[in-house]
């Protein structure tokens, strides 16, 4: 047999992805699951979201690597309900130093504490805007942040991604910040 001969009998045995109508029952091998901490997360956070977190602790600490957490974040974006609910509705912090996640889920009087104090933290900042000077210039460029994602580097030069993810209860923001 000629070596043309070999080859196109070889490529005769092999059915081209193409060609199959439905496609194969297990997934490909690049479809790698997500690791037992992530898979953890993930329901503590489906489970937030369809209220069947409320009798539970406040807050939550799970450890997770770097790498489990950027895995994280990949699989909360594909899911598009879950990403636009744990934008607007899961209170979580990233520490990439102790490589922690904390899920906080603030309670009623938790929230009636942060909402008081952020009023009385502006009140003074409105009434130092009264002034003159340096420090009331400065007072009209602060605004309230109320709760927002804010990146702390970290100091590990090893790191290509070295930030650490916080979301405060609260937060004021400068102009020239």
Same mark, same amino acid.
């Given at each position: 047999m000629s070596a043309s001969q070999a080859s196109m009998t070889q490529n005769q045995s092999i059915t081209p992805p193409s060609s199959f109508v439905k496609p194969p029952l297990t997934p490909p091998l690049t479809d790698e699951k997500p690791s037992p901490q992530v898979e953890r997360v993930l329901?503590?956070?489906k489970k937030i979201q369809d209220g069947k977190h409320s009798d539970q602790d406040p807050w939550t600490e799970i450890r997770l690597s770097r790498g489990d957490y950027d895995e994280l974040?990949?699989?909360i974006r594909q899911n *598009?309900?879950?990403w636009g609910?744990?934008?607007d509705k899961i209170w979580h912090d990233y520490n990439d130093e102790s490589q922690l996640l904390v899920?906080?889920?603030p309670s009623a009087v938790h929230e009636l504490f942060?909402?008081?104090l952020e009023d009385a933290i502006f009140t003074r900042v409105k009434s130092i805007r009264e002034g003159t000077g340096s420090t009331a210039a400065f007072a009209w460029k602060v605004q309230l942040g109320r709760s927002t994602e804010i990146y702390l580097p970290i100091e590990d030069a090893s790191s290509t991604?070295?930030?650490s *993810?916080?979301?405060p209860d609260a937060s004021f923001l400068h102009e020239e910040a």
């Open positions: 329901t503590l956070f974040k990949r699989q *598009k309900a879950l609910f744990t934008k899920v906080r889920m942060i909402a008081h991604k070295n930030s *993810k916080y979301e």
